[in-house]
């Protein structure tokens, strides 16, 4: 007879079949290219084996921003936090279920409001609320690896969380992920921005992986 999780536990099951680098992380240093649709920048990159990171070899301040903005992306998704710091405070209960199978999974406790999709042991859906935004993602394309799995599409929408209404446009990405030595490391993310029907593509690449 099979035993039928909680759904606190199919939730838990996915969140910690997610790729994340462990306590021997070294960290590495990188080349980056920034590609926007009308200019290229490049700069050097450096992440600590705390996960801190930094970028020089840049003059642009808009784009040194926009590299760090990815930077910093690359680590939250990375650390390794135990499911009981990230939702020791929250509840879980089933939602509805989609015909695809993707389960939904509601949030209580601290996080009430929040929301996510689990299936086949992935989290397809993130819908939380982050200060006074509503951010949803939708994850369509995953990478298993033999120590979890890494998101490779998926899009993002914003929107106020006290109208509903969509702030700035839909943001699609595509990301690749080399296993360098012992870790998966992003590669290359390409970004496709959706605004009035006219897609705005940029691209970051991550080259000359060195560890620390």
């Known amino acids: 007879m099979t035993q039928t999780l909680t759904a606190e536990q199919l939730f838990r099951n996915a969140y910690e079949n997610r790729y ?8 590495y240093t990188c080349d980056i290219t920034y590609k926007t649709p009308t200019a290229t920048y490049t700069a ?13 070899d840049i003059e642009d301040s808009s784009a040194q921003k926009a590299i760090q903005q990815q930077l910093w992306e690359i680590t939250i998704h990375r650390v390794n936090h135990s ?20 389960v939904e999974i509601l949030v209580g406790g601290a996080s009430q409001g929040n929301k996510y999709k689990v299936k ?9 609320k982050i200060r006074d ?8 394309e ?19 969380a006290q109208t509903g209404e969509q702030k700035g446009a839909k943001s699609i990405f595509h990301d690749k992920f080399e296993k360098v030595g012992d870790y998966y490391v992003l590669t290359n993310r390409q970004i ?10 940029t691209e970051f690449s991550f080259s000359n992986i060195v560890f620390n």
């Open 120 to 128: 086949d042991n992935v989290v397809t859906l993130v819908y939380r």
């Open 133 to 140: 935004i509503f951010v949803t993602i939708n994850t369509f």
């Open 142 to 160: 995953v990478l298993h690896t033999d120590k979890g799995y890494l998101s490779l599409g998926y899009d993002s929408i914003y929107a106020d």
């Open 192 to 201: 496709i921005t959706e605004e009035n029907e006219q897609p705005t593509i």
């Open 20 to 27: 994340t680098w462990d306590e021997n992380f070294p960290g």
């Open 44 to 56: 050097k990159g450096k992440i600590e084996s705390n996960l801190q990171f930094s970028v020089s």
């Open 83 to 102: 499911f009981e710091k990230s939702h020791g405070e929250n509840t879980f209960s089933f939602g509805e279920t989609d015909a695809d199978g993707a």
